[in-house]
């Protein structure tokens, strides 16, 4: 896979990540030198030496905030590139020393959002870290602050880009790198230039905002419950808390066939015995207690249940349930021989073979003895901050070592339990869900109204100062000179023109003539004759002679095509005459009717009339005079053109309408004005 390849796993792209799982990688600035081959640099002694000086010091400065805390899956957890391989990071991770790790969340997203906190403690007390974090959504981190980001970032630009360094996201910029930049080159240039790299403080917020509440979000994310248990169960919490996590797993992700284990309960209730059970206090995570509680299971005939009436029924159905994700979860991992080849330790000394950190040193040397020395001080000292890895690992072992030695259920009775914490969360998380959305949609909100404005002061820097202007100070009567210019221009086959000398699209009838011309079975036709001739015979032999000279070659050709003799000229004359007359006298009889239909309506209200006054009638008032003087008082074309032309434009909002469009051609541009009432 290349480096460049936007289907690597830091994109979206990739399907082939494990789901519900967080993956990252820590590159320190040594294993980075310039002066290092990449082949040498994993068996390079100091290196591996210096890398695993750093596993330990981060291990010890985390066990603060992870010493109490219970995964969903497993805990969080580093290893060392130089002994395996990452199998979900990059070919080009892996020429280099790293620490990488994952980490299993599953439902429980708060495990994900507590890795980040601890990425970025490790960042702000290692400076000389880079770090890099993703799931299956790619950079999730983007996808927190999605509304602060630059425009030209997205999931197929930002391979290679986002780390994490001296408690800060940092951004390796497109205008350093135009392509998608290399690991290596990437990791160098952060290191070199962090100023330049930093994400801005909107970006900064928005991740460190959902971050802002570790480690006490963590804590509280903590739930102590009261339950009935095996004394079995009860003895392996007691010294293994964090062993809940997977009888939770088991309860929760069973089966058919895991759940005849269940039936028989051989290892944890062996005697099917009420004595067996006693009552503890179990700490889990919200999101485990949620998935116990939220499951309805019936429990086996052999295990000891009190009546639903009895004042403990909830807490023995809690642990009941508890118990029987315990028997499950052993019993498969039993069968399935999931503890491991061998002991931790010759995993470990196998692991170091394969990497060769021995060099093809002979066994028994004396180099071969002081690596051999180093490597077993190293696992003695990690295995202390790794122990809990290991139990979740391999838990059929662990449970056997701690059921082997003798303890009692009486050891369990007798003492004080404390009560369980508040659940009212669990039923009341609707608000806390409405609060979360709320923010959410102002944080969209407040996006969209920034991006308007950027929108709004955009547009007007591209219109000029014009854009600013009051609309008082516009010029309205260039709107009413350009529609009459506009209106008196002479139309022609070719299509009619704006005023201004504006280019406007040939018209229909113009293209069909060039494609006229240019096929040579069409006809070729002389349309400049053709429209003349049209014009000859709409003419009335009572035009002026001005306009026969300019027709004499048309009219000569038409006396030559048309035989027409002077008698019949002379009828269709004195036809046309009385024609006119009877027309004339019927428009003036249909404009007088059509007032009279119009009067009723208040069509005529809605025209603007020449010196109309500018004040109102008084109410109860008689019309009829105005009516008289709206009658024999014209309308001001221009005022009612102008008056159209603005309230088509209102009600663009901005938005592109024929109203702008219409101006636009005419080579005008109306102010934007944001008075509704103008």
Not at 21 to 34: C, K, M
Not at 614 to 633: I, L, R, Y
Not at 643 to 655: D, I, N, T, Y
Request: proline share 5%; aromatic share 8%.
């Amino acid at each position: 896979m290349s480096e460049a390849d936007p289907s690597s796993i830091f994109s979206q792209k990739n399907s082939r990540l494990p789901e519900d799982t967080v993956f990252f990688s820590i590159f320190p600035d040594f294993s980075l030198s310039s002066d290092l081959k990449y082949q040498n640099s994993k068996t390079d002694p100091l290196l591996s030496s210096q890398l695993q000086c750093l596993h330990l010091q981060i291990l010890q400065t985390l066990s603060c905030y992870t010493t109490s805390y219970i995964w969903q899956h497993e805990p969080f957890s580093l290893s060392l590139s130089t002994q395996a391989s990452c199998a979900f990071c990059p070919s080009s991770s892996n020429q280099f020393p790293h620490l990488h790790g994952k980490l299993r969340y599953g439902d429980n997203l708060e495990d994900e959002w507590f890795v980040v906190f601890l990425l970025f403690e490790i960042s702000c007390k290692f400076p000389n870290l880079s770090i890099r974090v993703w799931d299956t959504d790619g950079e999730f981190l983007l996808i927190e602050a999605a509304f602060h980001l630059p425009k030209w970032l997205n999931p197929e630009t930002s391979t290679n880009r986002i780390f994490i360094r001296g408690g800060n996201l940092h951004i390796v910029p497109n205008n350093h790198f135009p392509s998608v930049p290399t690991l290596f080159d990437a990791l160098l240039y952060v290191m070199k230039c962090e100023d330049k790299t930093k994400a801005s403080s909107s970006v900064q917020l928005a991740i460190k905002h959902r971050i802002g509440d570790y480690p006490d979000r963590a804590i509280k994310n903590m739930h102590r419950v009261r339950v009935q248990v095996p004394a079995l169960v009860a003895h392996v919490l007691k010294h293994e808390p964090c062993l809940i996590s997977l009888a939770v797993e088991g309860f929760y992700d069973r089966d058919i066939d895991s759940m005849k284990y269940a039936a028989n309960m051989e290892r944890f209730l062996p005697n099917k015995s009420a004595d067996e059970i006693v009552e503890v206090t179990v700490m889990m995570s919200r999101a485990m207690y949620a998935q116990l509680m939220q499951q309805t299971f019936q429990a086996p005939k052999c295990y000891p249940m009190p009546t639903r009436s009895d004042s403990g029924y909830a807490a023995a159905e809690l642990g009941m349930k508890i118990a029987c994700g315990f028997e499950m979860i052993y019993q498969v991992r039993k069968r399935e021989v999931l503890e491991g080849k061998g002991s931790s330790w010759e995993v470990y000394r196998e692991s170091l073979d394969r990497s060769g950190y021995f060099e093809g040193l002979l066994p028994g040397s004396k180099e071969y003895k002081r690596l051999m020395e180093n490597a077993e001080d190293y696992y003695r000292k990690s295995s202390l901050h790794s122990r809990e890895s290991e139990i979740m690992s391999a838990p059929v072992r662990r449970i056997d070592d701690i059921l082997a030695h003798p303890f009692s259920a009486d050891d369990f009775k007798g003492k004080e339990v404390p009560p369980s914490d508040d659940d009212l969360w669990l039923y009341n998380g609707e608000d806390e869900l409405n609060a979360a959305l709320l923010e959410r949609q102002q944080e969209m909100e407040h996006y969209d109204l920034n991006r308007k404005k950027n929108k709004k002061s955009k547009e007007q820097e591209d219109v000029g100062p014009s854009s600013s202007s009051n609309i008082d100070d516009y010029d309205l009567g260039d709107i009413a000179k350009s529609m009459q210019a506009f209106i008196q221009k002479m139309s022609s086959f070719e299509g009619a023109e704006v005023p201004g000398d504006r280019q406007v699209y040939p018209s229909i009838a113009k293209k069909s003539l060039i494609l006229c011309h240019l096929n040579p079975n069409n006809v070729d036709l002389d349309v400049e004759r053709f429209m003349k001739e049209i014009e000859s015979v709409m003419k009335t032999p009572n035009a002026e002679h001005a306009d026969d000279d300019d027709d004499d070659d048309v009219d000569e050709d038409l006396s030559s095509d048309m035989d027409l003799d002077d008698s019949e000229d002379s009828d269709i004359g004195e036809v046309s005459d009385d024609h006119e007359d009877e027309q004339t006298a019927f428009m003036s009889s249909y404009s007088d009717a059509l007032s009279e239909e119009l009067k009723s309506t208040t069509l005529g209200k809605s025209f603007v009339r020449a010196n109309e006054p500018t004040f109102k009638k008084d109410e109860g008032t008689s019309n009829a005079a105005g009516d008289v003087q709206d009658e024999f008082t014209h309308v001001d074309v221009d005022v009612n053109l102008v008056k159209s032309f603005l309230g088509s434009f209102s009600s663009q909002e901005g938005l592109p309408g024929p109203a702008s469009n219409l101006l636009g051609l005419m080579g005008l541009q109306l102010p934007q004005d944001d008075k509704t009432d103008k």
